[in-house]
């Protein structure tokens, strides 16, 4: 089997030297850490570590932070390169994406650029077949024709100018100071010890923010800060210490983005999906946004960067699906609504306090008064704000579903259903529909949380799992003259398999003749799970090691037994009738069998166990299902020893015989016309039967091929079921070996169905008609 294909966007598709995957840590990005193809910085940055104090690096450093709106802007599409633009499937089918940037409106009605790219079409083509490619647009747009876009405050600006107005006092002159290492240090050669020094020198500043400079700054991404300091400090204070009192100002421009961790929220609001060659309609579909976006997202103040100022979770839902025919008239809607919950997590373990000096002073440890003020005093200096974060959820209170005539767009149908939730585990509590006449039908679901820990062997297990999300029973009814009545309900029993596992292993249903009053209709009753008088035992479960469900037996003692295939993930055989224990079914796919000699850990045979064969022989060929079978010159055993009349059943590329005991041959019961060289077998397996093997072949002899052996109680029916790993069901061998085959395009989509024949009894076709 191929492998999937996967190719990006890596600039080969474009002249400009500028098209690339850029490099890790490049320079060349905007404001949100998205490529922008400003080669400013990274074609001048040098090779060597010396180079980096040259002159012209340290002014290009300066102008990329001076001047925003030419190196950090926005570069349309630039975003894109590194992104994924295709997928191959091992069957041929491609599926391709296209990028935009992403617009948006600002907060005065203009379209802006915004942070990214957006996929505005996808092609699905079958590289197999000469058929046209399947083209889906994207517009994200309002009716209007103005982008949907929105969110990306308009007053985040990652540059801004600090200046420090700096008040030096000195008592004692006698001293000098140097930089060592970027730590400025003062010392007086003429006294022996620090005590003795007194009061050198008291530095008093006051941070003011005197400028922001422009920048088209919008939001979520950037993931580095850059700090530049100019007037280089050791020069600054150097100077200073000249005797006297001395005022300076020290000016520092840093561009730091707090939307690296506070992000702005930015969503669309409206998009259209449509074929844009096909008259087959559109579908538009909205999604939530503030109602008034200055009083529901918070502006971003300086210094409190971090300081929650929105609830994410109300953002960017589906709000209302509209689907429109060929002539633009709408003829489906679904429309959600809404609640919210929000809080605020006022643990002490989750506040944040930001503290912003608006002072700093310098002085001798002893000068205590100085350094640290009295408590009014030190109030004055700092500017202090604490927060918590925030938490909510968005929950899904109504859906409205309505059908509209394909010619005048009158509304036909609506349909209502309305949803109340778990208060512990947030889930649907209730479902409540009401139809176009008004009739009211609803489904009430109790979960483990809901119930006692006394009301069931297993809910106090489920708790302490944390699993108190699983449904233990479900109550249907519907309302008359205000009344509710039960027409239905499910409840399950629970146990622990020894692999730890919780799984359901006995379920209960009414088998009411018409409706009746019941108080769960309402309301769970915590201590009461299923002793209602209206419940019987409907079905018991019976699983394997891995947890695989193998075994179901109803109330009146009927069996549906599971096999497993596929590396234990999917059912390969279903069979009606009997234990699981006494089935045995192998079409011989690598994926579905073992050699018992090599069992991964903790692997329970199962299905496995009951026939034994030599890998060696397993053959991919022409098979009736599947792509393997087995050639008889290995050994093939069926390990099962009936109590009862069996059947074995196979497909056979020439006569095979089936031997018991000392290899007596077992007679065959039916024989099917050959089909594309493939014959069927059926054999009638006395009671007490034992060393049931399939007779070989000769190793000189020509090689007879076995596919889809089954073996099962003869009351019993089995049907089977053989899938490809990447597209699905391939065929179905029925409860009478009659087989279907299913085919599929190069996009995983079926396109005919086979019989045994390999004649097609349906094909599906894929039109898409152009606009005339």
């Not at 915004?114 to 058929?131: C, F, I, K, M, Q």
């Not at 500017?383 to 309505?402: E, M």
């Amino acid at each position: 089997m191929p492998p999937y294909v996967f190719s990006y966007y890596t600039g080969d598709e474009s002249s400009d030297p500028l098209d690339r995957v850029p490099s890790r840590y490049t320079y060349s990005i905007d404001h949100f850490g998205f490529y922008n193809k400003s080669n400013h910085i990274d074609d001048n940055v040098p090779g060597t570590f010396a180079a980096y104090n040259s002159a012209a690096l340290k002014q290009t450093f300066i102008d990329y932070l001076l001047t925003p709106v030419t190196y950090r802007a926005i570069a349309p599409g630039a975003a894109k390169w590194g992104l994924l633009k295709a997928v191959t499937n091992p069957a041929g089918g491609k599926f391709t994406y296209k990028y935009e940037q992403n617009k948006r409106l600002d907060l005065s009605g203009n379209e802006q650029n915004a942070p990214g790219v957006r996929v505005y079409e996808t092609l699905s083509e079958d590289l197999t077949a000469n058929s046209p490619a399947v083209t889906v647009k994207y517009k994200y747009a309002l009716e209007n024709g103005v982008s949907s876009g929105w969110g990306c405050n308009d007053d985040i600006l990652p540059t801004y100018k600090t200046e420090k107005q700096t008040h030096i006092e000195e008592d004692h002159t006698s001293f000098t100071n140097y930089d060592k290492g970027g730590i400025y240090a003062y010392d007086d050669a003429s006294l022996n010890t620090y005590r003795t020094i007194g009061s050198i020198v008291n530095i008093v500043s006051s941070v003011v923010i005197t400028a922001l400079l422009p920048g088209n700054v919008l939001g979520p991404v950037i993931n580095f800060v850059f700090n530049f300091l100019f007037n280089f400090l050791l020069g600054a204070i150097a100077g200073l210490f000249g005797g006297g009192s001395t005022d300076r100002t020290i000016v520092e421009y840093n561009m730091y983005s707090p939307a690296f961790s506070n992000q702005s929220p930015f969503y669309y609001s409206r998009v259209e999906q449509f074929n844009e060659a096909a008259s087959n309609g559109k579908t538009v579909f909205y999604f939530t946004k503030p109602a008034n976006y200055s009083a529901e997202i918070a502006s971003l103040q300086f210094p409190y960067a971090n300081k929650p100022r929105y609830d994410s979770w109300k953002y960017g839902l589906p709000l209302k699906t509209e689907t429109y025919n060929r002539n633009g008239i709408k003829v489906h809607a679904v429309e959600n609504s809404y609640t919210f919950w929000s809080g605020s997590l006022n643990e002490n373990y989750f506040s944040n306090r930001k503290i912003q000096p608006n002072r700093y002073y310098s002085g001798r440890y002893s000068d205590d008064g100085h350094i640290y003020g009295s408590a009014g005093v030190q109030q004055s200096w700092l500017t202090v704000d604490q927060y918590v974060y925030k938490k909510g959820r968005a929950f899904l209170s109504q859906i409205t579903v309505s059908d509209y005539n394909e010619t005048n767009a009158a509304e036909i149908s609506r349909r209502t259903v309305s949803y109340s939730y778990n208060s512990t585990n947030h889930l649907v509590a209730s479902e409540i529909t009401q139809d176009s006449k008004g009739q009211l039908t609803g489904t009430n679901t109790y979960y483990a949380c809901d119930y006692n820990d006394g009301a069931g062997s297993m809910i106090a297990a489920l708790k302490n799992n944390n699993l108190n999300g699983i449904e233990v029973t479900t109550v249907d009814w519907k309302a008359l003259n205000d009344l509710r009545l039960l027409i239905g309900a499910r409840s399950v029993d629970f146990q622990s398999l020894p692999n730890g596992r919780i799984r359901p292993v006995v379920t209960y249903k009414t088998n009411l003749s018409e409706p009746v009053a019941a108080s769960i209709t309402y309301a769970v009753e915590p201590d009461n799970i299923h002793g209602y008088p209206f419940f019987e035992v409907r079905n018991q479960m019976t699983y394997d090691g891995q947890g695989n469900l193998v075994e179901i037996k109803d109330n009146e003692n009927h069996v549906t037994s599971y096999i497993y295939g596929n590396n234990n993930r999917r059912i390969i055989a279903e069979v009606i009738g009997a234990d699981a224990a006494k089935t045995m079914y192998t079409s011989f796919e690598p994926d579905s069998y073992l050699s018992v000699t090599n069992p991964p850990a903790g692997y329970d045979p199962g299905n496995n166990n009951r026939f034994s064969l030599d890998p060696f022989y397993v053959e991919n060929n022409m098979c009736p299902t599947g792509d393997y079978c087995y050639n008889l010159k290995g050994e093939l055993q069926l390990h099962i020893v009936p109590a009862e009349s069996y059947i074995v059943s196979c497909w056979a590329t020439a006569t095979v015989n089936l031997l018991a005991g000392d290899n007596q041959p077992i007679p065959k019961s039916k024989t099917g016309p050959a089909i594309n060289g493939w014959t069927y077998y059926e054999f009638a397996v006395p009671a007490g039967a034992s060393n049931i093997h399939f007779a070989k072949v000769a190793a000189n002899a020509a090689s007879i091929l076995v596919d889809e052996v089954r073996m099962y109680p003869a009351g019993a029916k089995m049907a089977t079921t053989s899938y490809d790993p990447t597209l699905g069901k391939t065929a179905e061998c029925d409860v009478n070996n009659r087989i279907t085959y299913y085919e599929y395009d190069a996009l995983g989509r079926l396109i005919n169905v086979r019989n045994e024949f390999r004649n097609i009894t349906k094909t599906y076709e894929y039109h898409y008609q152009l606009n005339d």
